[in-house]
Each structure stands twice: as C-alpha cells, then as structure tokens.
C-alpha cells in the first residue's frame, strides 16, 4: 500500500518519498483495521522533514510519517466492540515496556518515565500517511459522522484537553474564578487553544508574529478572541500586556519561542497558570533577572506547567469540545483547514507556506461517504463537555 515515508530517518538527511509497505495482516481478537480518510500535519511533522526529529521503528531505516489521524473502521478482530464504518482518531503514544513505569502500566503514557515509549509517526513507531493502519481497539477513539469535516483536529485538540485537564487540577489549590486567557502564538494549537477558551466562557486575548490582517488573525476575531499583532523588539511584550484591563487568569504559551515562557511568568495574574506547549529545539541563550521572576512565582503564587502528549481521555473530551466549538461557531472548524494535498504532493509540500492547517487526503472527502456508517449519533454523542 501507498505510504509517505521518511527514508534513512535515523541517519544523514530525511528525504520525504512515497513508498509502498505491505498491507496490515487482518486483525485478530481486539485489533481493529482501519483505513485512513485524512491526516493533518503540524510543526513535529516539518520538524521530522527538515530536521532529524523522527525516529524509525527499531531494526528498519525508514518511518512512516503522520500523526493527526481520521480514518474509518475496516475491519474489526472478533473481541473488538467497534463496527466498519465507525469514523475514528488514532491515540498517537504508545507505553514503554519498562515494569517500573507506573504511568506507562495504567494507561498513562503520556506521562512516561524512561523515555522509552513510541509516538505513531514521530519515533520508533509507523504513522498514519498510509492506507491502512492496524493497532488495538483501545487506540481508536469513536466519532460520529458529524464530526467528519473537523474530526481530524482530534489529535491536536487532544493536547489542549490535557492542558485544560492539568489546570483544573493544579487549581483545586484553591478558589479559582479565572476570567482572562492569553494565548501567545497562531499556529493550529494557539487557535484550538483560543477558541477552547472562548467556549470556556473566557476573555481571550492572542499576542502572534502574523499580520492583523492575516487569516489566522482573522479567524480569531471572528470567534470573539481579541488579537496584536506583535511586535518583535526588546520590551513589546510587557508594553502588551501593560495595555491589558487584567493580568491574564491562565497563559498559554504555543510559540516555542522560549524567552516568551519567562516574560509571560511576569504578565500572569496572581495565582494563575502559564502552560508551556512550545517545543524548542537547538539552543537559545538569553539573560534573566532571575530574582524578580522568583518573586513573583512565589509572592504571587503562580504555577508554570509543561506538557506534551495526552492520554486516550482527553481525546474523547476532544471530540465532544469539537463537537461543541462547531455548534457555538458554525463552520470555524473546517475553516481552520486551510490546504488539501494529496498523498504523492506530500514531498513538495513547503512547510513554510502553509496558510494555517494542512491536511493531507488520503482518499478524496467526496468520497468518505462511501465508508462512513451512519446511525445513532445523537444518542451515543449527546452529553456536553
Ligand atoms: C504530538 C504529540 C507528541 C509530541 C512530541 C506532537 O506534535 O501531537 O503527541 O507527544 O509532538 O513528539
Ligand atoms: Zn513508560
């Protein structure tokens, strides 16, 4: 079957091909087989394409990349509960084998200890630009059909889930009425975490490099998040957040850029949440009073948390949130979609000129309707997030 793979990932310079793999034996007991309708790619995919990110499967050169997945039920093992048909996201970890890593044995590998889990697409594990994708039941998160024209954003969703999930927990501290988000950053996982917010109630406020009178930009205004431009000289942060009615409740900082991170320790109203999302490879060097931000984290009681990954859980809240983004701001969702390849365009893709999310086809979205089983949606989705 027709996959795009990274050949030679482990060594020298990745090269992007597509390449035939065998086809998945059929599945057996609690595996399930699933064809791919869609898979979307963020900043790890062009890290892996332009940089020696990915890794391959253990004892085989090349990997197969994607990690965004949608794709629809094949074929199911005689002890899996899902039918052909049934649209489903793909959980992208999968646990180390190490007895000793509590989280990797309860189900928690996004929590991993030793390092040696596998991520589907990324490392030491096959990803999704491919036809046909074998794993077990647990791996596969149902949507409805409804949710086909945005169900590819499960995965990163899923990210901002866990933040969300993280914060709440870390604020049972005490009594916490947060009012005010700032996100910084508007790739695809600044604007999931603007709009998240704004379903949460919030004041959303989004500081990004990309013009006012950008897409990206644009989308946010149109789901009521309030957006500056930034500006890249020495102080423009804090002159920002200096404009701001309130120091912002919760931040969450989707750049990278890491002297952003510490800056923002600073903006953070007391007692609030800075989630770092941001991956920043190679090395940056910059000079901290390290003293003003130790008082503040700790006169103000402000809490930093990083966090990758999430865990099957905040997949499923994902598909409800999704759900409920879509019936609160008709159509943002699949807006956000801004460019369709095909599979044998992935090698040209110019990752630099991606407008705001691209996803890749691998079969024509007139078509998925031809796979797609459709029934009981509203009783089986119909609770609220
Ligand atoms: C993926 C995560 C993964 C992380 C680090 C992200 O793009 O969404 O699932 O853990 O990259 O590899
Ligand atoms: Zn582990």
């Not at 948390?305 to 409920?324: D, I, K, M, P, Y």
Request: glycine content about 8%.
């Amino acid at each position: 079957m027709k996959s795009v793979k990274i050949l030679n990932a482990a060594g020298g310079s990745p090269k992007v091909a597509v390449a035939e793999h065998p086809e998945p034996a059929p599945p057996k007991d609690s595996e399930v087989l699933v064809r791919m309708l869609c898979v979307g790619l963020d900043g790890t995919d062009r890290e892996i394409v332009t940089e020696k990110y990915g890794q391959p499967p253990e004892g085989e050169a090349d990997l197969i990349l994607g990690h965004e997945a949608l794709g629809v039920v094949e074929r199911c093992g005689d002890r899996a509960g899902l039918q052909p048909g049934d649209l489903v996201a793909v959980v992208v970890r999968r646990p180390c084998r190490e007895p000793r890593c509590v989280n990797c044995r309860n189900g928690r590998s996004d929590y991993c200890q030793t390092g040696a889990f596998t991520e589907r697409g990324i490392k030491g594990a096959h990803g999704f630009l491919t036809e046909f994708v074998k794993d077990e039941e647990r791996y596969f998160v149902k949507l409805p059909p409804r949710a086909r024209s945005f169900g590819v954003l499960t995965e990163p969703q899923s990210i901002v889930e866990k933040v969300w999930d993280e914060i709440q927990r870390i604020q049972q501290r005490l009594i916490w009425q947060p009012r005010t988000a700032l996100v910084l950053g508007s790739g695809p996982l600044g604007m999931l975490a603007a709009i998240t917010c704004r379903c949460l109630g919030l004041d959303v406020r989004v500081w990004s490099l990309s013009p006012a009178d950008g897409p990206d930009a644009r989308w946010l205004e149109a789901i009521g998040a309030h957006y500056r431009e930034a500006d890249s000289s020495a102080g423009a942060f804090a002159d920002y957040v200096g404009t701001l009615p309130d120091k912002p409740d919760v931040i969450w900082e989707c750049t990278g850029y890491s002297p952003l991170a510490f800056e923002a320790m600073e903006a953070l109203a007391p007692n609030g949440v800075l989630a770092l999302l941001g991956v920043s490879p190679g090395e940056r060097r910059h000079e901290l009073d390290t003293n003003r931000l130790n008082m503040e984290l700790v006169l103000k009681n402000k809490c930093v948390v990083g966090s990758v990954n999430a865990a099957r859980s905040h997949f499923e809240t994902a598909v409800h949130r999704l759900l409920q983004m879509e019936q609160r701001f008709p159509g943002a969702l699949p807006r956000m979609i801004s460019e369709r390849f095909t599979l044998e365009q992935v090698p040209s893709i110019d990752f630099e000129r991606i407008t705001l999310k691209a996803v890749v086809d691998l079969i024509p979205p007139d078509r998925w309707d031809e796979w797609i089983r459709r029934e009981d949606e509203e009783i089986a989705y119909s609770f609220s997030v």
